[in-house]
Nanobody
């Protein structure tokens, strides 16, 4: 079994900052990519940021320069530092990992966290 546990969401004023964390645990052999998606009410889920095991990153255009993702390989944890938050960043944020699990047999697939809510409001 593999679990992704997110934390760090909440209410913040425009221009403020939040840091999201996501820790992967369980029967993990290797994590290839970790990242963050978000889904606002009435909108489709979109990729916000992701980081590969070689450290390369990708960002949604609207968050470039404001958000930064990083990984702690030893802790199987990915972070999303969100600065200069805007109303448009309000959404449920979901952690995602493409990883290899060894239970019940060796397999590689996507896993998702349960989501954490980020609300940007004055």
């Amino acid at each position: 079994q593999v679990q992704l546990a997110e934390s760090g969401g909440g209410l913040v004023q425009p221009g403020g900052s939040l840091r999201l964390s996501c820790a992967a645990s369980g029967s993990i052999s290797r994590i290839h990519v970790m990242g963050w998606h978000r889904q606002a009410p009435g909108k489709e889920r979109e990729l916000v940021a992701r980081i590969s095991d070689d450290g390369s990153t990708n960002y949604l255009d609207s968050v470039k320069g404001r958000f930064a993702t990083s990984r702690d390989h030893a802790k199987n944890t990915v972070y999303l530092q969100m600065n200069s938050l805007q109303h448009e960043d309000t959404a449920d944020y979901y952690c995602n990992a493409l990883l290899q699990s060894y239970y019940p047999r060796l397999n590689t697939r996507d896993y998702w966290g349960q989501g954490t809510q980020v609300t940007v409001s004055s």
